[in-house]
């Protein structure tokens, strides 16, 4: 009896050993590739996680890279140029004032009018300043020795201090003084400002020092102190002056 059982139950031992052999043979390699996908899908990850930090970092030795040949290659001759565009930028700058300077001197002239006693002074062919000119210098002038019909400008002077001439010195014995002297200077002999033009035409602003004034070898005319500091300071060294 007991033999019987313990043969049904080595039986059942046996069944039971091959059908867990059975379903480890069916289902195990199941189980075995599906760990294998997993497993081979983390090591894409993985790779593909490592080739991006690679990638990052390639990135950044890039950026850097660049960044260092900007500024050792590159941003040096840029520096440079941009110096040089700045220079020539100011050196454009002076030139154009300079030829601005130059254009107002050749647009600039002055009319004599000894019709209508005016002196009148054109800057780019317009009257600028239309000043009256007293008749008796007007008179003087047209009785000179002075002909021509065109004059230029050949000097012009902020608080003129002509020489004395020798002359003034004939009848006194001793030695006649230096012209650098104080005794030959003829403060206010021509007022406060003096244009000097070709043939000893000279045009000042009035004097009080009228006696000084008649020693100097010239034809004058003259002007109010306001009218003759803007013509002064309107005119330059080479401009004509017409007469009519």
Known sequence: MFIK???????????????????????????TKTIESEIAELNKQLSMLSNQKKYETLIKQSVYSDAEILKTDLLPPIEEEKKSLVEQNKNLLKENRLLSGHLNILSTKVIFDTKSNRLKLVKN??????????KKFVTAFSKSEINRKT??????????????????????????????????????????????????????????NIQQ????????????????????????????????
């Open 5 to 31: 059982f313990l043969k049904k139950l080595i039986g059942l031992i046996v069944l039971l050993i091959m059908a867990v052999s059975i379903f480890i043979h069916i289902k195990l390699p199941s189980y």
């Open 125 to 134: 062919g317009k009257v600028s300043s239309d000043i009256a000119v007293s």
């Open 151 to 208: 004059l230029k400008i050949l000097a012009k002077e902020k608080n003129p201090a002509p020489i004395k001439p020798k002359w003034m010195y004939e009848d006194i014995t001793k030695e006649i003084p230096a012209e650098n002297t104080a005794e030959r200077i003829m403060v206010g002999a021509l007022g406060n400002y003096a244009v000097y033009f070709t043939d000893y035409l000279i045009v000042h602003d009035f004097t009080k």
């Open 213 to 244: 004034h008649d020693t100097i070898n010239h034809v004058c005319i003259q002007l109010n102190l306001k009218d003759m500091k803007k013509l002064y300071n309107s005119v330059f060294i080479g401009n004509k002056l017409y007469v009519e």
